[in-house]
């Protein structure tokens, strides 16, 4: 008799499209204060803190959806999973941000930058529009696509790794 296994990508799926909502609904609560072109360390700090919560609780509901059995893999699988769903949701979000809320994102972003490159450091003007011209290489939607991506795979991995193997519970086969 076969018994029914549960999907690593069923849980992936379902607590990524949980992390893309809140990430759209952090996005959009940024927006709303005008602060969504700004990024800086405490946004950063945020949606890495949402990133972990979903994948350690992603990760822990496998587990007890699986009677409290979950291989180190498993425990990987589910926690990228989340991240990569969670991120192209986020990428998804950016895009529609970027060329349909508000045209201007990328210009204000720019601005932004140089205003702050200009006030915290020692560059001339000269340096900091080059500086801000090579990074326009790297701004544009394929790249934000492949960063993103691989951004998203990278984090899901790194924040997996201790929640997977603390949770770890391996089914003894007799």
Known sequence: ???NKIKTSSFAVTYGLILGAVSVAFGLMLYSVDLHYKGGMMVGLVSMALTLIAI???IYQFKKANNTYMSFAQGLKVGVGIALIGGIVGIIFNLLMANVIDPDLMEKA???QKSELL????LTSE?????LEMGKKFSTPT???????LFSIVIGFVFSLIPALAMKKEEILN
């Open 1 to 3: 008799m076969e018994e």
């Open 56 to 58: 350690v609780f992603g």
């Open 110 to 112: 720019l601005e932004f």
């Open 119 to 122: 006030t915290n450091t020692k």
């Open 127 to 131: 340096q900091v529009d080059a500086q």
């Open 143 to 149: 790249m934000q696509v492949l960063f993103g991506l």
